[in-house]
């Protein structure tokens, strides 16, 4: 009985774990770099063009209600396509989260604890991950409700604080790039971070009341998108195109110039904090998505079997799959590419066939009513006066 109960998020805990999942690591990197001084317009036609792609999550969030992503592939493409695809969005959620976990030890690594090993740090962050999921998507509801203000409240902060470093001419000329990189970054930004929110369709669930997700999806955008904005364009002014394009870890840089008299300085230890609770949230909802997944294609009674087995697979592969920083972020490139038929191509053909069922369900309903009230008029056992 207690085990249901934690299984149950209000619509606001999932919009502040969307956030702070949408925010994720792309605070850490940076993103767009192909469209430079011109990012910041990539970033706003990738929340446009976002708003179609929510939309879509949440119709097929209404129109296969109670059910998982993995509920719904078994759903629309029989059991031995459901059973491949399955096994698809479980490995790219654990690889996802691999990769998150991989960005943020590396940012730990860089910048704070150069001589311990990126081990160390994936191993501590594998083991707060593991707690939550022990404890259910309840807790991390929790945790991101009392977090997310406090990320918001120090973006806006180290927007203010970095006045006296701003220059915006480094925003200078608009549309300076070619039209292919400004798209070519705008469809890099849908990919990483806005369509990795599919995963959520493995959360949806344990919302409490499901009539109002769409709206769930479009505030989340509407918030992450906004804070990942001010990121960006405060980096480009604060630090220029240049800078930018030869730092991994810009939003670091750009706040460690802050220096307001003798009193505020080091802002970027509370900034680091920030960071590793959005690469820890965003870790977090990757694992979950993938037991989710584990325990639709085994038939597994209760996932939290697997939570220890996924986050060390996480773990291991966030320690080992690359050599480098460099490799990591090389690899980043060619994510942008396989991700989106996960993150979109899929899901349109789920939306498709929802859609079709729906219609002959509808129809179906309309032909039986038809079939009983002629039933009812030509009743034989009705009685003639």
Known sequence: MSSKRKEVISSSQLICIMVLFIIGSSIVTGAGKESKQDVWISMIAAIVTSIPIYLMYAKLVKLFPDQTIFDMLYTCFGKIGGMVLNVIFILYPIHLGGIVMRNFTDFIQNVSFPETPRFVAAIFIGIVCCYILKHGPEVLGRGSFFALPIVVFTILATLLLTIGQQDFQNIQPVFSQKITDILASTSGLISFPYGEVVLFMSIVPCVEKKSNI????????????????????????????????????????SVSVIDVGDFISRVEVIVTQNFIICGITKTTVCIYAAIKGLERLFNIKDYKVLVAPACFACTALAGWSYASTMEMFQYIEVYKYYAPPLQIGVPIIMLIIGLVKQKKAQLAEKKAQKESEVKKEINPNRVFG
């Open 214 to 253: 769409k709206k769930v999806y479009l505030v989340s955008l509407a918030i992450g998108g906004t804070m990942l904005l001010l990121v960006l364009v405060r980096n480009i002014v604060v630090l220029g195109t240049p800078t930018m394009g030869m730092l991994y870890f810009p939003s670091y840089t």
